[in-house]
Nanobody, 123 residues
Framework: QVQLVESGGGLVQAGGSLRLSCAAS????????MGWFRQFPGKERDFVAA????????YYADSVKGRFTISRDNAKNTVYLQMNSLKPEDTAVYYC????????????????WGQGTQVTVSS
């Protein structure tokens, strides 16, 4: 089992930045690819970004490419999502996830999930 706890969400003005953190506990964190998803009200969960177990490869949704950066610190069992140039359409609940599958985009490919953290971007 892997337990994931997100933090860092909040309210920010358009054009601002936030950094989300996801602390992992349980099985060996460094074995897992890590990812971030987001969910808009009334919608299904969407892929945002993913990073391999080593941090050597990353993958982004087109909608966030160039604005968001995923990173990880295996010594701290933590993955981050740096969000810059935020837009009102980035408003969503953001979820951290872990998988042994690799850089997967489908929700069904991810094994463990955090409880989510709300990000609200005002215009």
């Amino acid at each position: 089992q892997v337990q994931l706890v997100e933090s860092g969400g909040g309210l920010v003005q358009a054009g601002g930045s936030l950094r989300l953190s996801c602390a992992a506990s349980g099985r060996t964190f460094s074995s897992y690819a890590m990812g971030w998803f987001r969910q808009f009200p009334g919608k299904e969960r969407d892929f945002v970004a993913a990073i391999t177990w080593s941090g050597g490869n990353t993958y982004y949704a087109d909608s966030v490419k160039g604005r968001f950066t995923i990173s990880r610190d295996n010594a701290k069992n933590t993955v981050y999502l740096q969000m810059n140039s935020l837009k009102p359409e980035d408003t969503a609940v953001y979820y951290c996830a872990a998988t042994l599958t690799g850089l997967a985009r489908l929700v069904s490919d991810w094994d463990y999930w955090g409880q989510g953290t709300q990000v609200t971007v005002s215009s």
